[in-house]
């Protein structure tokens, strides 16, 4: 993926709004993300443990949410 950041600076524009803009730029398109995930080689096998463990930790998430709000469940006295 090579994706470049690019913007137009106005002669009258503020170059702090310039900078602004340019870092929304790279944050939106995911750039420093993307370059994070890349900075060091990940084996495949330790990509795919990460993204069960995630998915897990997600599905876990859901389901402790859907019980915990059940009105009978806090009044059983």
Do not use: C
Request: aromatic share 6%; net charge positive; charged share 40%.
């Amino acid at each position: 993926m090579s994706t470049i950041a690019h913007i137009v600076v106005e002669d009258s524009e503020n170059l702090e709004k310039a900078i602004k803009r340019f870092k929304r730029m790279v944050e939106k398109e995911g750039i420093i993300r993307e370059w994070k995930k890349r900075e060091y080689f990940e084996k495949p096998s330790t990509v795919k443990n990460r993204k069960n463990k995630a998915l897990q930790r997600k599905l876990m998430k859901k389901t402790r949410g859907k019980g915990s709000h059940s009105p009978s469940s806090s009044r059983n006295a």
